[in-house]
């Protein structure tokens, strides 16, 4: 039998060396070495730069048929120019649409970026006289580059530019730790930039071992130090790659300094420009360079951006004169810890604060390096500030953000649990008993979740960390986890501060004693062993062995209070500067950021429970809380100011403390009974806390908005004739004019811009409607007509019957958004489009229901379950006129005969999505009650009787008011 071969793909580069290898001195090796120089070597006959030419088989079938016609037409000949252009011609992608941005309304212009050399029809003959093709690539670049996350408006460099490859890969080393004799120590600056000169700059590719063997080759460490901290413990994440690329392009040139800023631009055009004709263009710019330089460079193309501007790494300096890139060359620093620098601070907030001052707010939001949905929110934010400040009279003395908390609860990180386990065991088989490897084989086959509890049996070795006692992996729920430094002295409940341990060790350790103190002394080598064999981090390590004698210390220069009041996250210091230039300049408005983790932990402490099905109360208590938790901390603890208000750089006080839960004092003077009533609060401020939490009525606004997008829903069905699912034709709309739905098929309706409402007479009776207005329908000011005639020529066709008769009809209000808010028969709604309505009314229940709806199943009981189902429906009866409940009684017989409660819990949650103030529905019909549980439409459109009341409402809804529509 044949063995087979197994041929591994090598990189083009890679197979060039091996090559190279092979050659000896002979004519043809010469000549193999040139073309290899060149890159030219044995190239892939199936690559972008082998394509057929564009359109060659049609062109030479056209000249043929020109040439043949043109005997009988000689048209043609004259016009054989302008009919190949026809064949050939493509709007290159950097001109873009082909709209002067200048000359039409900024809605219609937005996408559009081309420049024209002169006005007239734009034709494929003469595209070069009329486009100006370099001037429209220019303007292509800079709607192509984001900005920094940092810098607002500051454009971003690409991935693969010098600068940043030299910033990645200094960030990169900063972070990586030689492990000597156990310990983890930062490479020296000196030990960095030689590894930096000496092996990133002459190797494309690095490893670890690369890294090590050079380590070893200096002699700096003993011959088993070696690094660590990156991704896969193998090849580090960043290199040079570009640097290496140029260097056998431009040879020494590459060093040169006054060759920097046309290296750079190389770059950024061979990662904008795919078209290899326009990037020769740009090539053809710089004087400097050689024809084989640009033919070499054409061929390389760079792809991405980073997330940083040249303007953050070589611009901005510090207190010192150093820029960024200076101090991670310079220092040990890592990027998060150079911009902690108070230089850099002030840095960012000036150059910040002069973007703000030239360019429109609006503008400066448009720009920033973040996701829609918060520039949406941040908008709002300055539009609900700007109300509250016309309600009070004056502006805030303080305003708090805050973001929702990330996502830790990352199930790609549970399901990950299991292959780390495997690989430290695989790492500490020695220190580990094979029972409990057995044990976590066993976990693994069985595909079995990695809890808390279960990760932290296996990392502690399958060990109580206090006694060092074996666990019993079949009673893990009757051990505690335990915080290593206590709640009152910190607010960390990631893994690296909690183990799992016996009720009495976890009872021996008082509240004010830390575990080095107890445990430390016979426990310690323990901890080091499992440190040293990857089961337990340093932070984890560190919080086992401090002491009281050392928190100064441990504090580091303020990194406890950075890590429990300072928010990192860079749209929330992209807020606060805008809110800063707002607010805090002339009207000495102090910007308060807050952390998600200490109002989530003031909620879970005091038991204000929070459950997003009932309704949308807990935004606005997430918020009060926010203003009671920076407000309290701001009068507390007056030195924590710089570390909490933007823009206040003074340092004090940071050695004064000697615990770092800042609500501690607040807790200890504070209390709730398991069932949430109040045991001690002396201040009474608990109890006005839970008053504001109880509110019944509390103001809840929704942005007016009208669509834009797709005109039609994108669906498209077949003909008629060919559907043979419906036994009734749909009725169809052209997908264009010249093809018709009953044979190409069609969409089945238009998309809504807005709504109109329509005072209908029939006879003697009046009805008020309302009627949409198509989106396709917004050409109106190109077809010459007024806003008021394309809204009634919307209106009209849908008030046509089939015999062409219209109906009488009167638009009382041309244009309705989406969103309005609508009283009607005690009952308020959201308008959707013209067929359905939304529910506005909000949900309220008792703290028992709610205390039971955020219990884990496991510990509620049936009768429970039945209590807040009774509860939700007897207020849904009581409060939501628009619902059916006329079958109450039954549907609490029918629930209280359940006996699942996992079914139980469905169907309450089933409810609430249907009760809530949202588009949802819900089946509830299994216990009586409606299918179709909040869902409210009319298929021919929304009819509402005179007395029904439009609200209009500002941001905050401070300001209001209500107009009967037989007002309007």
């Not at 009070?392 to 299991?418: C, K, Q, T, V, Y």
């Not at 606060?576 to 932990?601: R, S």
């Not at 938790?629 to 004090?652: I, R, S, T």
């Not at 709730?672 to 609060?681: L, M, P, R, Y």
């Amino acid at each position: 039998m044949e063995k087979l071969v197994v041929i591994k793909k090598i990189p083009w580069d890679e197979f060039a060396k091996r090559v190279e290898k092979q050659l000896d001195d002979s004519d043809l090796a010469t000549q193999i070495k040139t073309e290899i120089a060149k890159e030219q070597f044995m190239p892939k006959q199936r690559s972008k730069d082998n394509g057929a030419i564009p359109y060659q088989l049609q062109q030479q079938e056209l000249d043929a048929i020109i040439e043949n016609q043109g005997r009988y037409y000689p048209w043609l000949l004259e016009q054989k120019d302008h009919l190949d252009a026809l064949i050939s011609f493509r709007v290159p992608y950097y001109v873009g649409p082909m709209v002067d941005p200048d000359q039409v309304s900024e809605d219609n212009g937005k996408f559009a970026w081309m420049k024209r050399k002169e006005q007239g029809e734009i034709k494929p003959w003469n595209f070069e006289e009329k486009v100006d093709k370099t001037a429209s690539a220019t303007n292509f670049i800079k709607r192509m580059t984001a900005t920094d996350t940092y810098l607002i408006g500051a454009p971003v460099l690409p991935k693969n530019s010098l600068l940043y490859q030299e910033f990645t890969v200094l960030n990169e080393l900063n972070k990586l730790k030689v492990n000597v004799n156990g310990n983890k120590l930062a490479l020296s600056p000196d030990y960095k930039q030689a590894i930096f000169n000496q092996v990133y700059k002459k190797h494309k590719r690095v490893s670890l071992k690369r890294l090590n063997d050079f380590m070893q080759a200096q002699s700096w460490f003993s011959t088993d130090a070696y690094l660590s901290g990156t991704t896969d413990q193998k090849n580090v994440n960043n290199t040079l790659s570009t640097y290496n690329d140029f260097k056998a392009i431009f040879g020494a040139q590459i060093d040169n300094p006054n060759r920097q800023a046309d290296l750079e631009r190389i770059i950024e055009w061979s990662t904008i420009f795919e078209d290899e004709h326009i990037f020769k263009l740009k090539l053809d710019t710089i004087s400097w360079l050689t024809p084989t330089q640009k033919d070499r460079l054409s061929k390389h193309r760079y792809q991405g951006w980073g997330r940083l501007s040249k303007q953050l790494l070589a611009g901005i300096t510090n207190a010192n004169g150093e820029r960024v890139i200076d101090v991670l060359w310079n220092t040990q620093q890592n990027l998060m810890e150079t911009l902690a620098d108070d230089g850099f601070k002030k840095a960012i907030q000036e150059f910040n604060g002069e973007k703000l001052d030239k360019q429109n707010v609006s503008d400066v939001i448009a720009d920033l390096y973040t996701s829609p949905q918060n520039k949406k929110a941040i908008r709002q934010v300055l539009l609900v500030v700007d109300d509250i400040e016309k309600a009070m009279g004056h502006a805030p003395a303080n305003i708090m953000i805050e973001f929702a908390r990330e996502d830790r609860n990352d199930h790609r990180l549970i399901n990950s649990r299991s292959r780390q386990l495997n690989q430290m065991f695989e790492k500490a088989k020695d220190e580990v008993s094979e029972s409990v490897q057995d044990e976590l084989k066993d976990k693994i086959k069985d595909k079995v979740q990695f809890n808390d509890r279960l990760y932290l049996y296996f990392v502690q070795g399958g060990k109580d960390l206090y006694s060092g006692e074996p666990l019993d992996i079949d009673r893990l729920s009757q051990y505690d986890i335990d915080h290593i430094l206590p709640q009152s002295f910190i607010l960390d409940n990631s893994l690296d501060n909690r183990i799992l341990t016996s009720q009495s060790n976890n009872r021996a350790k008082k509240a004010d004693q830390l575990p080095g103190e107890i445990f430390g002394p016979r426990m310690k080598g323990y901890w080091n062993t499992l440190r040293e064999h990857g089961l337990m981090t340093w932070k984890k390590y560190n919080n086992l062995t401090l002491t009281p004698d050392k928190i100064s210390k441990f504090n580091n220069q303020g990194r406890f209070i950075n890590r429990q009041l300072v928010e990192t996250r860079q749209v929330i210091k992209l807020v606060a500067e805008i809110l800063h230039d707002q607010y805090g300049n002339d009207k000495q408005t102090n910007i308060v950021t807050i952390k998600a983790d200490l109002t989530h932990h003031m909620r879970t402490k005091f038991k204000f429970y929070k459950n997003r099905n009932v309704n949308d109360y807990h935004h606005a208590f997430d918020a009060y809380l926010s203003a009671f938790v920076g407000n309290w901390l701001l009068q507390q603890y007056p030195k924590l100011k710089p570390y909490l208000v933007y823009g206040d750089f003074a340092k004090a006080g940071i050695k004064d403390f000697k615990q770092f839960n800042f609500l501690y004092r607040f807790e200890k003077e504070h209390a709730v009974a398991e069932d949430g009533t109040i045991k001690n609060d002396s201040d009474q401020l608990l109890g006005y806390m839970r008053k504001v939490y109880q509110l019944k009525k509390i103001l809840v606004t929704k942005e007016l908005e009208t669509n834009h997008g797709n005109l039609y829903k994108q669906t498209v069905f077949p003909a008629p004739s060919h559907d043979k699912k419906m036994k009734k034709p749909r009725k169809l709309i052209n997908p264009k004019n010249n093809r018709p739905s009953d044979i190409y098929g069609g969409y089945t309706s238009k998309t809504a811009a807005f709504m109109v409402l329509v005072k209908v007479t029939k006879g003697k009776k009046t009805e008020y409607r309302l009627s949409n207005v198509p989106l396709a329908n917004l050409v109106w000011q190109q077809q010459g007509m007024s806003f008021d005639e394309m809204v009634d020529k919307s209106v009209r066709s849908q008030f046509t019957g089939k015999n062409g008769k219209v109906s009488e009809y009167q638009v009382v209000k041309n244009k309705v958004y989406i969103n309005q808010l609508v009283s009607e028969n005690e009952s308020l709604f959201t308008l959707a489009s013209k067929q359905y309505r939304h529910n506005a009314q909000q949900l309220v229940l008792s703290d028992k229901s709610m205390q039971i709806l955020n219990s884990n199943l496991n510990n509620v009981n049936h009768d429970e379950l039945v209590f807040v189902f009774n509860e939700i429906v007897d207020n849904g009866e009581k409060y939501f006129k628009a619902y059916d409940f006329s079958n109450n009684e039954a549907a609490k017989a029918t629930f209280d005969e359940l006996s699942d409660l996992e079914e139980m819990r469905s169907i309450i949650d089933d409810l609430l999505i249907g009760l809530h103030a949202n588009a949802p529905y819900t089946d509830v019909s299994k216990v009586g009650l409606p299918k179709y549980f909040g869902l409210f439409s009319l298929k021919a459109g929304l009819k509402f009787d005179p007395e029904t009341e439009f609200i209009y409402q500002s941001p905050t809804g401070l300001f209001s008011r209500k107009v009967k529509i037989s007002d309007l």
